[in-house]
């Protein structure tokens, strides 16, 4: 069975940071593009980071210089390190996994991050 198991989330204050994390299993990591994605209320879900490996990389321009999306494969795990974190940061946040070629798409249960003084 596929699972994302997400954690990390919780309240910070404006300018400090948490890292998110999602586990996966049930797939083979490595073939997968890693995701974090974000939605705050009455607002789309947006893209925040993606990594396929360590050199291809995309941020949202929201958080870049902010946020570092990273993958371990031999942990299957993806984390986001977000620093300087502002308000308008808040939202659930979302791992996503998605396949190079077989068009599968996987998606964990999201995790509050609230950022407020």
């Known amino acids: 069975q596929v699972l994302l198991v997400e954690s990390g989330g919780g309240l910070v204050q404006p300018g400090g940071s948490l890292r998110l994390s999602c586990a996966a299993a049930g797939f083979t990591f490595s073939q997968y593009t890693m995701s974090w994605y974000r939605q705050a209320p009455g607002k789309e879900r947006e893209l925040v980071a993606a990594?396929?490996?360590?050199?291809?990389?995309n941020y949202a321009d929201s958080v870049k210089g902010r946020f570092i999306i990273s993958r371990d494969n031999a942990k299957n795990t993806v984390y986001l390190q977000m620093n300087s974190l502002k308000p308008e940061d808040t939202a659930v946040y979302y791992c996503?996994?998605?396949?190079?070629?077989?068009?599968?798409?996987?998606w964990g249960q999201g995790t509050q991050v609230t950022v407020s003084s």
């Open positions: 996503k996994a998605a396949s190079w070629l077989g068009s599968r798409e996987y």
């Open positions: 990594v396929v490996s360590a050199t291809t990389i």
